[in-house]
């Protein structure tokens, strides 16, 4: 991890970040009132019971919400320029049908021609249940407003490919390459299907930052996760360490790769410095996690053994204060340049 020969310089910054963040986030929740929110009230008067309220909340919880609200924001602020309403309607309907798109994976009588189908060509028609009628509006609704929608679908297809590819995560013969490759793609091209629908051209060098970050967010996701993803069988790089320090040098190698990819793009350089800022603020919360597990190392031979771990030993809470003050110290020590 490279770290800031003054750990203040970050710090100056954080009061801007945080308004900064704190305007996205009230802009956003005003904005899901008056489209999400009333889609959803209008799905429930003919919901055949395939839509739940889990699904619900995620439309207006961390998709349809922290997906403009975060990664929305954080593309504004590389290139420079606050998101159109356009935009808006865009990412956020694009976030929001992501959770309805996942329910697809766990229709097992749900062929792959159809969801192809679903996404090349959002019909009414082609819906069979109140799920996929939703999935259709929200399709409908984002690919109106974005610049390319053919590049949107194209990506689409991408992701999907690498949601089929997921499901060799449950098999124990699927090596840890494999499964490292698959936590890059699943991360990498989710973000730049997010990206997609913003009318800034990707430049090659742009997309290849986009799929490195959101490979560590994916791995970030992974190591939060750990516990949830044990439990049900799901092998992560996170679940299959031994060691934590080496999943944290894995972490510190995309994390580094990432930054000089931000720094190759051709954005303007106090952009890509306050880009930077942002992400670091979101990836330092991996090191925190990283030094709640390896704790456990400590009672178990310096040997990473989660079949020997409780719940609470592999849960970390980013409610804590103690944790967000650890955060703000990565945060501080982090060189962005």
């Given amino acids: 991890m490279a770290i800031t020969k003054n750990r203040f310089g970050n710090l100056i910054y954080l009061p801007k970040l945080f308004m900064s963040l704190w305007s996205s986030i009230k802009k956003q929740k005003k904005f899901l009132k008056t489209t999400i929110v009333i889609d959803i009230e209008k799905s429930k008067l003919n919901n055949d019971n395939t839509l739940t309220d889990k699904d619900y909340s995620k439309m207006t919880g961390y998709y349809g919400f922290a997906v403009p609200a975060l990664l ?77 929608a053919d590049q949107v679908k194209n990506i689409a297809f991408k992701v999907y490919d690498a949601q089929v590819a997921s499901h060799k995560q449950l098999l124990t013969e699927t090596t840890e390459e494999e499964i490292a490759k698959i936590t890059m793609d699943k991360g990498g091209l989710s973000l730049l299907f997010y990206r997609s629908v913003f009318e800034d051209d990707i430049s090659e060098n742009e997309e290849n930052m986009i799929l490195c970050l959101g490979g560590i967010g994916q791995l970030e996701n992974d190591i939060f996760d750990i516990y949830k993803d044990y439990q049900h069988g799901i092998r992560t790089l996170a679940t299959l360490t031994t060691k934590i320090n080496e999943l944290r040098q894995t972490y510190i190698s995309l994390m580094e790769e990432t930054f000089k990819l931000v720094h190759q793009t051709d954005y303007n350089p106090k952009n890509k410095r306050k880009f930077l800022r942002f992400i670091s603020l979101i990836i330092c919360r991996g090191f925190v996690c990283f030094d709640f597990l390896e704790k456990n190392e400590l009672r178990t031979n310096s040997k990473f053994s989660l079949n020997q771990y409780e719940k609470k030993d592999l849960i970390c809470d980013m409610g804590k204060l103690s944790n967000n003050i650890k955060l703000l110290k990565y945060y501080s020590k982090t060189s962005i340049y």
């Fill in 72 to 148: 929305g924001e954080g593309f504004c602020i590389l290139r420079g320029r606050d998101m159109s309403e356009k935009e808006r309607y865009g990412i956020t309907y694009l976030g929001a049908l992501t959770g309805l798109f996942d329910d697809f994976f766990d229709d097992h009588n749900l062929s792959k021609k159809h969801i192809l189908e679903m996404i090349n060509k959002p019909d009414e028609e082609l819906a069979q249940n109140s799920n996929q009628k939703l999935f259709i509006k929200f399709c409908q609704i984002a690919l109106k407003n974005s610049e390319d």
